[in-house]
């Protein structure tokens, strides 16, 4: 299971967990729902996290509460992350969860989908006027098991229920480069974060971001 320490980010910088302070009401608040891949364990320091180089980069404030082995179903106990990007009332919100629900897919099934369902639909149907950008679910080996498609499409079906924007291909961003992994061999490392920076960027500009 993916792991890695909870944190929040606030103008691209480490803040306390929970807390997020935005100095100026015209910088977007941009809220990140993820796992580790999000939350950026693997690289040398937060700020070189692909979610807070895209944020740098375009000058938003970033909000981001990502949690270790953090899925739709797997470790959901802890904390409400979906609850704590809803209080926060972002302009933009990025979903980059499904990684670790793989490890469940053969105990839980149908019951991540239906779990994918039911947060989209809190995430829309509490925060209206915020846009929403689904990425399709990370990946970290170039072995594939049968569910990393079944639990991509759920999400990408769940996106488009909601009228969510969509990135694909990101579970194939890291694919085929060991050195781009970190030394436990399941997260990326500075180099790897920098490349789904890249790739993300690129993603982002086709919609206009």
């Known amino acids: 299971m993916i792991a890695l320490l909870a944190a929040v980010a606030t103008g691209c910088a480490p803040q306390p967990e929970g807390e997020v302070n935005v100095i100026d009401p015209d ?11 999000t939350l950026g364990t693997g690289a040398t320091d937060p700020a070189n996290r692909w979610s807070t180089l895209i944020c740098e980069d375009r000058g938003w404030t970033e909000f981001n509460p990502s949690l270790n082995g953090l899925g739709f179903i797997n470790n959901r106990g802890s904390r409400d992350l979906p ?46 006027e915020a846009r929403v950008i689904v990425v399709e679910p990370f990946w970290y080996t170039d072995e594939r098991p049968k569910s990393v498609e079944i639990i991509i499409g759920w999400v990408r079906d769940a996106a488009a229920d909601i009228g ?20 436990d061999r399941l997260h990326p490392n500075d180099d790897g974060y ?8 690129a993603e982002l500009a086709q919609l206009g971001l």
């Open 83 to 128: 609850g704590e990007i809803v209080a926060q009332a972002p302009d933009i919100v990025f979903v980059t969860m499904g990684l670790n629900d793989n490890f469940s897919y053969d105990r839980v099934g149908t019951g991540i989908r239906d779990q994918i369902v039911a947060d989209f639909a809190y995430l829309s149907s509490e925060l209206p």
């Open 164 to 183: 969510a924007d969509w990135i694909p291909g990101a579970s194939h961003w890291i694919e085929g480069h060991p050195d781009w992994m970190a030394d």
């Open 194 to 201: 920098a490349e789904l920076a890249r790739r993300m960027d």
């Open 27 to 37: 910088i977007p608040l941009v809220a990140f729902y993820g796992d580790s891949y």
